[in-house]
């Protein structure tokens, strides 16, 4: 793990994301061979939007993360397994919604492949409300490893702030801006109106770092640090792009990256890649799955 730069007051401004404050910043050194960089796992999906989990774990492992493994419904494993043949797939049973039968915690086999990661993402395309809450409470209580909860996996926290106080900050939280309201119980409107405000009042509440954006993006400590990053426009307001970054934010966990260091890292992986896409392409029509083939790059261009 690497150490944070001086925390800043949590009553001041936030820190505004560049590569100059990530290089002064570094992620952890990435070893030799894949094990050095940690194993991901990724736990959503369902037969109505296979793809969320794609685009997720195709950005964890360009973010450099060693070894993927997805847990997904029993329907879409075969063609995710071809389509991520770098990848361990486990098909898991289905509910009527199409989504995963939360009896598959049942046996342990999957809060075991889940707790031997180094950082698991969790809900990211899942379907399912009720469902998508139960398989969480059945898996994560018992699990001693950094997670980070998307779409669906937020729903947990919904019901109950405290659900990941157990895990002491190793968690991060990426919702967009309708689930940030969500979780708060909050006014949408007020929440578009300061952003930065409502993730450091939910990262304060969770006890997990909070990365949450719209036209900007904010990543909330849980102890009031604040970063505030404007990269990536308004072409990354696209279907998938948060499971794109939600995916990097899970590959940099990973390989070592403390949770909030991953999605300070993250959020300026996902914005910067954005902004390579609309030089090329447009500053508007670009896909989500374009993002994670930017990420080395952007990496690359940081780390020199």
């Known amino acids: 793990m690497t150490t944070a730069p001086p925390s800043p007051d949590a009553s001041a401004d936030a820190t505004t994301v560049t590569s100059a404050v990530l290089r002064a910043w570094p992620l952890p050194p990435p070893g030799v061979g894949k094990e050095s960089r940690g194993r991901t796992v ?17 950005s964890a492992l360009r973010s450099g993360a060693g070894k993927l493994q997805v847990a997904t419904t029993a329907g879409t494993a075969v063609a995710l397994g071809v389509a991520l043949p770098e990848a361990l797939v486990l098909g898991l049973p289905e509910t009527g919604e199409g989504g995963i039968d939360p009896v598959c915690a049942d046996d342990g086999e999957l809060t075991e492949l889940v707790g031997g990661a180094h950082a698991a993402l969790l809900g990211v395309g899942a379907v399912g409300e009720r469902d998508t809450r139960a398989l969480l409470e059945a898996v994560v209580p018992a699990l001693d490893t950094t997670v980070v909860l998307d ?4 729903a947990p926290v919904t019901a109950d702030v405290s659900f990941l106080h157990h895990l002491d900050g190793r968690a991060v939280l990426t919702p967009n ?36 954006g719209g036209g900007e993006s904010w990543v909330a400590a849980p102890d009031g640090r604040c970063w505030r990053d404007a990269s990536g ?42 902004d390579r896409l609309a030089s090329a392409v447009g500053r508007l029509g670009f896909l989500a799955r374009e993002l994670p083939g930017q990420v080395p790059a952007v990496l690359a261009e940081i780390e020199v």
């Open 42 to 58: 990724v736990l959503g999906g369902s037969v109505k939007t296979p793809g969320a989990v794609l685009l997720a774990a195709e």
């Open 151 to 154: 779409a669906l996996g937020l």
């Open 177 to 212: 801006l309708a689930e940030l309201a969500i979780v708060l119980d909050a006014d949408p409107e007020e929440v578009e109106g300061d952003v930065g405000a409502a993730a450091r009042e939910l990262a304060r509440r969770s006890r997990c770092t909070v990365a949450a």
């Open 233 to 274: 426009g308004a072409g990354l307001g696209v279907s998938g792009s948060g499971d794109v970054l939600a995916g990097i934010v899970t590959g940099l966990c990973a390989r070592g990256a403390d949770p909030t260091q991953a999605a300070v890292w993250g959020v300026h992986l996902h914005g910067r890649a954005g």
